[in-house]
């Protein structure tokens, strides 16, 4: 039996990477999906049956507001996030500032919008995409990134506490390294630091004990989980998925 029959979901930052694997995972369960991005290029290029897309800036008020409204959605995965790079003496008050606004605010604005339909119907599944940089481990050169994912995991909990009666749960999953986009952009970055791609590549992979990088379908997989009655009896938990990175 599909596990997603019935629901109706919308994803944040669905054309590539973990959002676009996550939007293909839960239409595959029978949900209807709304797949969102500001790239309306790369989003079009996302047919299937169950799928439906828009272009939805999390970082527009007026844009989550209008885009959730039109959905009225019981499962809300807040994907969008950006990887700042350097440390706490490199990082400038812009990139904080943008990093806290897409990463941590954008979710809020999501959650915002999406809970009063959730709490009219008296059920929802809320999954924030948290990292396992965070309050979990530290990684190097992630100090932007990883304080912004550390107040995911605060923000899920706060929200999980709040409506845990009503029937509306809220986890994060923190990953370890995915394959996607805009970790082949790190990636090539990074190379020209340390000697090229293979050897950034080669540095990424030796944190992961299991010796390799995830795909965004294994993300996508613990994302259709969460989203689903089958984890009805989890909520204000980040879930780690991160190759014993921080095991
Ligand atoms: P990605 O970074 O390759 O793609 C990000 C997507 O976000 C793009 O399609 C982009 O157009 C979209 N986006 C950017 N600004 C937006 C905005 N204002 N509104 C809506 N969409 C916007 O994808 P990814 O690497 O799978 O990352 C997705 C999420 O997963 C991020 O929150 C990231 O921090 C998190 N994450 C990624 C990894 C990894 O190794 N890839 C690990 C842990 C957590």
């Not at 996607?180 to 340390?194: F, I, N, T, W, Y």
């Amino acid at each position: 039996k599909l596990r997603l029959i019935g629901k109706r979901a919308i994803i944040t930052a669905a054309a590539q990477g973990i959002g676009r694997a996550s939007a293909l995972a839960m239409a595959n369960e029978g949900a209807k999906v709304f797949a969102t991005d500001v790239n309306a290029e790369a989003l079009a290029g996302l047919a299937h049956e169950n799928i439906e897309t828009f272009v939805l800036d999390v970082r527009d008020a007026d844009s989550v507001k209008d885009g959730v409204a039109k959905v009225n959605p019981d499962i809300l995965f807040n994907c969008a996030g950006f990887v700042h790079h350097g440390t706490a003496l490199d990082a400038t008050d812009a990139e904080w500032d943008f990093a806290f606004d897409l990463n941590v605010r954008s979710m809020w604005r999501m959650m915002q919008a999406a809970l009063p339909g959730m709490l009219e119907r008296g059920g929802g599944s809320i999954v924030n995409m948290s990292s396992a940089c965070s309050s979990i481990i530290g990684a190097p050169n992630r100090f932007i990134y990883g304080t912004t994912k550390a107040a995911v995991i605060g923000m899920t909990k706060s929200v999980a506490v709040d409506y845990i009666t009503k029937g509306i749960r809220c986890n994060c999953i923190c990953p370890g390294t995915v394959e996607s986009p805009s970790l082949e952009e790190r990636l090539h970055a990074l190379g020209k630091q340390v000697g090229g791609y293979e050897e950034a590549k080669k540095q990424f992979v030796a944190r992961q004990p299991m010796g390799r990088i995830a795909t965004a379908d294994e993300i996508a997989a613990l994302v259709v989980y969460l989203a689903s009655d089958e984890s009805g009896f989890t909520t204000g938990q980040p879930h780690i998925i991160d190759g014993g990175w921080s095991g």
